[in-house]
């Protein structure tokens, strides 16, 4: 079936079977490898991307729910338009040392500004409570749950200069 | 993943039609309990069809002494619905303890209760509240709808629609989760309307079940300490690599204590 939607901002119109998971799609039919399979069967979280701006795993979605939706991976995350930088949570994880191998941090990354974007004043709770859903085996979280709340911070600090307040 | 043609009907009868005239198709809700089923092979249905199409079954509306939440609705909208969070603040705390963001950005509450898994947290609630399952045909009420291990009064190309919620004075909902899974290992929702308590445990046994000894004591007084000395029987509860039946029984006790004192907070 013929499938359009948009992906990380540009127009996408792909062929696939029905039973085609969305992971497999973007690794192998649109070769965007930064979404990473760990599991497979929806436990470690390392395949999370942005569907129509929520969080969701991309291993446990069928290709056809793409059909007219907004999908947002790693590849889509940026910082500021033009200034050739990375996103204000990707510049958390490697200045507070939240990533070791970093195989699970796409999925960290992206459930992260969700989270983020969700609710702006996030507090330790929020962050442990809203990363249940994504395993490192490296951490222990700890440098993790840091990040998460000084990407939280920078986002928002970001959107406030934004908005000119 | 066994190949399967793909459906997307945009009225509810369509939806049934293609249900019961395609011998081994399957209905796909928000998928979170079907996809891994079928990406492990324990199903492999020729058909799905999936409702994401049906925009009549989304949304949570207030009727005064019940509010309406449509079956493709999923739980983080419910977690964050303020007029739940107003009425029924404990189905929204439910709602916000399922699984993980990504499952309650996915996962319906029509999905969940069709579904009926004995560790899911909707069954306590639909069924501690007294709920009603509104379906394409007809009306069920929540004690007369769950019948034990993933099994439901649904009938061939009966469709979920929406679930009703009687407004309580008060509920809670407390769980103690399976740690890798969030699934509940004992989960007790705790409903107190004016003409009595209803207790109702997910995750102890093969389906989601009532409390009578305790409903009645807590109709008398709805404390926590009124049901400290209730022992549930451990004949028929579950015992896996998770927990013992009396472990599991030892637990409802301790949840429908916190569940009575979550909803006096």
Sequence with gaps: MQISFTLNGRPTTVDVEPATLVAELLREQLNLTGTHIGCDTSQCGACVVHLDGLPVKSCTLLAPAL?????????????????????????????????????????????AVALATEKPDLTEADVRHGLEGNICRCTGYQNIVVSVMAGAAAMNAAKNAGNGE | MKPFAYHQPEQIP???????????????????????????????????????????????????????????????????????????????????????????????????????DPAADYPAGVLGLGATIVTSTREIAADKFFLGLFETALEAGEIITAIRFPVPLKAGYAKFKAPASRYALVGVFVAKFADGVRVAVTGAGPGVFRVPPMEAVLSENFDPSAIAAIRIDTDGLTSDIHAEADYRAHLVTVMAKRAVDAALS
């Design chain 2, 14 to 116: 369509d939806a049934a039609k293609l249900l019961t005239s395609i011998e081994d198709s399957k209905l796909v809700a928000g998928g979170m309990t079907l996809i891994p089923t079928l990406k492990q092979r324990l199903a492999s249905p020729v058909a799905l069809v999936d409702l994401s199409k049906l925009g009549s079954l989304k949304g949570i509306t207030d009727d005064g002494p019940s509010i309406t939440v449509g079956a493709m609705t999923q739980h983080a909208v419910v977690a964050a619905s303020k007029l739940v969070q107003t009425k029924i603040p404990a189905l929204a705390a439910l709602a916000s303890m399922i699984g993980d963001p990504a499952v309650r950005s996915r996962g319906t509450i029509g999905g969940s209760v069709a579904n009926n």
């Design chain 1, 67 to 111: 059909a007219g939706a907004t999908l947002l991976t790693i590849e889509g995350l940026q910082g500021a338009p033009g200034s050739n930088q990375m996103h204000p949570m990707q510049e958390a994880f490697r200045e507070h040392h939240g990533l070791q191998c970093g195989f699970c941090t796409p999925g960290m990354l992206m459930t």
